[in-house]
């Protein structure tokens, strides 16, 4: 979370200005943060501009929705992910990686949660001593874990 307001934890790095330049509107902001079901705390804050110390603010599922919502308003060909979504529920991780593939952003993820592999079409894992397994995503990889 950066210091300043509701808009700037959307936008950041951004500027008001820049947002405006690129022709982003409030109201595809609003869908930002209702694609990541974050949409309630614009309403409960009455205003983009509304500041508060978002690290005590925000839980830390909404800390990993709010950035994610960022990686939608930034659009990246590609975005690396670690455990970003750990404290979210896994619907709305369903969702939000889907809307990533659905607007184009490649992921590579970092994360012990099995229910991502079907937003993936290879895995790399990693033993800890030096050896690696790197395979496509299968039926038969997903049903025996590895």
């Given amino acids: 979370m950066t210091l300043g307001s509701l808009r700037d934890q959307v936008i950041y790095p951004d500027t008001v200005e820049e947002q405006r330049r690129k022709g982003i509107s409030d109201q595809v902001l609003k869908d930002y943060l209702d694609n990541v079901q974050l949409g309630h705390i614009l309403d409960r804050e009455g205003s983009w501009d509304a500041v508060q110390d978002w690290m005590d603010v925000f839980s830390g599922g909404e ?80 049903e025996f874990g590895s």
């Fill in 63 to 142: 800390k990993q929705r709010m950035a994610m919502a960022r990686l939608f308003y930034h659009k990246p060909q590609f975005a690396i992910l670690d455990e970003c979504t750990s404290a979210v529920s896994v619907d709305v991780e369903d969702y939000i990686y889907s809307h990533c593939r659905t607007v184009g952003i490649t992921l590579f993820t970092v994360s012990h949660r099995k229910s991502l592999w079907k937003h993936h079409e290879y895995f790399l894992h990693m033993d800890g001593r030096g050896n690696y397994d790197f395979k496509p995503i299968t039926e038969e990889t997903v």
